[in-house]
């Protein structure tokens, strides 16, 4: 890979794509499309299809084919390819926003050719980029930057995707450089766990594919924690305080007692990291005679999670079960799940991805998500799908950021994908 004139970029190809990522992106950033956890409808907030349906409108203009607004609100596309028997690639984004920080009014700011001072973000001054606590962005001296006025996040989660996919997809079409076909999604609803409940598969029609939802330049992430729900509901006896002597049976204080006996110094979120899992309380509700306590049981490893859940499970049958006159249920339901597994049966396509990165001119970093992805629903539903880097930093938070060239390296990894699948066809095995 020759080196790109201008040092910042990892490649001539990132180099090309630079303002073409950044200028879709700027656009798609100011369309709100915030994701409302509350909502009942699918999706959950009707302005995420505004962009949909503005991408949709654009990937006709760029000479995409079979563009639809699907019936649950997915944008599909496919950018034909010039290989016959190539394997198809699916390349996946998000069109909506986190609900953790304000969506609607976003103003992205671009700070050119950073020179290294904190960046004070205008909107409210107390918000403020320091190189001095945040090791990526110290790293990234002389890169034009985006971020929003210090009042909203700026979407890089996930527009830098968007952005990232459309124009690779603009580049691909134009010229006939041996690729695969390319099936695009932007789905919705990623960011309140919905992403792919009504993913079509079949109609999606890819072999493989990669959500483009990372962080960092180079990452590649094939590992996601497996995820269970666990409702424990407590049944007391509930009884007028007045004439409670002897008789009440607080549900409340038995679930305060289940809560205090889990773990705190380990199996907490607030004190792992890595590879380590937790069983992490969410919510309460309910009332002396009968409550409900929702936690969230993460870990990488299948068989620690079940540990994890037998855990609950035996403080709960300890706690509640020395009160004779209480009772539980314990509801376990699982949410994802860690896509290594099915990623180790199919090497050749971490290695594609690997190749890609490459060929952009970056190193491929590993990297493991202490979450879920899309990527590990549709991996679950038999379409393996690693996730891959897009740029965007410092997510859910008004401090986000994103560099224009760490986008760039991923539109020109995008394209190189594409690429290099289609050096795969006639003979190389699919997934
Ligand atoms: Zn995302």
Redesign the pocket.
């Known amino acids: 890979m020759a080196a790109s004139a201008d040092a910042r970029y990892a490649s001539p190809l990132a180099e090309e794509l630079a303002e073409e990522v950044l200028e879709r992106f700027l656009r798609y950033v100011v369309v709100d499309t915030q994701a409302d956890p509350s909502s009942t409808t699918y999706p959950s907030t009707a302005k995420q299809l505004d962009l949909s349906r503005l991408l949709v409108d654009e990937l006709r203009g760029l000479g995409l084919e079979d563009v639809e607004l699907t019936e649950p609100g997915y944008v599909f596309a496919t950018v034909p390819g010039t290989v016959d028997e190539a394997p198809t690639v699916g390349l996946i984004a998000?069109v909506d926003t986190s609900p953790a920080a304000p969506g609607a009014g976003v103003v992205p700011l671009v700070h050119r050719a950073w020179t290294g001072e904190p960046i004070v973000l205008p909107g409210d001054a107390t918000q403020v980029l320091d190189p001095g606590d945040m090791p990526a962005l110290s790293d990234r001296l002389g890169h034009d930057l985006v971020t929003s006025d210090g009042t909203t996040l700026l979407g890089a989660?996930?527009k830098a995707g968007v952005a990232i996919v459309v124009t690779a997809a603009r580049r691909l079409l134009a010229d006939d450089a041996p690729r695969a076909t390319a099936r695009i999604a932007f789905t919705v609803d990623?960011?309140v766990g919905r992403g792919t409940d009504h993913f079509d598969l079949d109609a999606f029609g890819a072999d493989v594919a990669y959500t483009f939802?990372g962080s960092g330049l180079g990452e590649l992430e094939t590992e996601t924690f497996s995820a269970y729900q666990l409702v424990l509901t407590v049944a007391g006896v509930g009884v007028h305080p007045g004439t409670a002597k002897g008789r009440l049976v607080n549900a409340l204080k038995l679930i305060a007692d289940v809560i205090a006996a889990l773990p705190r110094e380990r199996l907490s979120p607030e004190t792992t990291e890595d590879r380590e899992g937790f069983v992490h309380p969410e919510r309460i509700s309910g009332s002396a005679s009968g409550a409900t306590l929702w936690l969230i049981a993460r870990d990488h490893d299948d068989a620690k999670l079940e540990e994890h859940v037998e855990l609950v499970r035996r403080i709960a049958a300890e706690v509640v079960g020395a009160e004779p006159r209480a009772s539980f249920t314990l509801a376990v339901e699982e949410q994802y799940r860690n896509m290594r597994t099915v990623l180790e049966r199919h090497p050749e396509i971490v290695v594609a991805a690997e190749e890609a990165i490459r060929r952009a001119g970056v190193e491929p970093v590993h990297t493991i998500i202490r979450g879920g992805t899309d990527g590990a629903r549709l991996t679950e539903k038999g379409l393996p799908t690693p996730n891959l880097f897009t740029g965007g930093q410092n997510y859910h938070s008004v401090r986000e950021w994103a560099s224009v060239q760490d986008m760039a390296a991923a539109a020109a990894t995008c394209v190189e994908l594409v690429r290099v699948w289609g050096h795969r066809g006639s003979g190389a095995e699919g997934a």
Do not use: R, S, T
Request: without cysteine; negative net charge; proline residues 0%.
């Open positions: 998000h989660d996930d990623e960011e939802d």
